[in-house]
């Protein structure tokens, strides 16, 4: 792999920056300094250092945001803020995509990674990976709403949901767990039983967990983290 490809994808910058980086003698191969850009690396080598820090290869990134309400779920928007631009700097990268989608006004655990077919096993009903949310509605919840979740719900357009979980925490507040992620599905499922969802915020995904985690604040999955995700989608981690 060319040095400035093998950088870029570390996110060390644009090909034109790493140009510029290289050529000022910033980074070393094997303990030599290097100063073109297309000098041969193994990624996999170890021997690579920018301002003599190491830099390891890693094949995937991924993120756990604490989505704030009033940010879309999307890579882009021309007229709405996103969930990139919530990223701290350091975690930018333009391969980065969010794993399914938090609606504007839901805030909560959103998981960003690079790897497409880890994304894909975590969003497949097939795979079961239970979702939990805090909800409150605007009407009192009794256990003719938990035994509802627990049955299914049919929805506007005809769809019945995967059973799911209620746990109710509060009089007009519960705890959601479902397994599946369809368009706006928590407000979607207590509309069918005439409540509307005043808050949303979701928890957990499979085995990563929001936690403590403040509002807006973002950091990379630990590697207990990863090997979990990984482990919970019945893949090998790269």
Sequence with gaps: MRL????????????????????AGRVTVDGMTVTDPATPVDPAG??????????????????????PAGVITATEDP??????EVLPPELRRRDLFPVGRLDKETEGLLLLTTDGTLAHRLLSP??????????????????GDEA????????????????GQLEIVGPQEGIVTIYEGKYHQVRR?????????????RLSMGPLVLGDLPRGAARPLTEAEVEALY????????
């Design 4 to 23: 400035d490809k093998f950088l870029g994808h570390m996110g060390f910058g644009s090909r034109k920056e790493l140009g510029a980086l290289i050529r």
């Design 46 to 67: 170890g021997g690579v250092a920018v301002d003599g820090r190491p830099v390891a290869f890693q094949r995937h990134f991924h993120v756990l945001l604490h989505k």
């Design 79 to 84: 007229r709405q803020p996103t969930v990139m």
């Design 126 to 143: 097939r795979w079961h990976q239970p979702k939990r949310y805090l909800a409150q509605v605007d009407a009192p919840l009794g256990p």
């Design 148 to 163: 509802a979740f627990a049955a299914g719900i049919a929805l506007e357009d005809g769809y019945v949901t995967l059973p």
């Design 189 to 201: 499922m207590f509309a069918a039983l005439g409540k509307r969802v005043v808050y949303l915020r």
């Design 231 to 238: 482990a919970s989608a019945s893949l090998s981690h790269p």
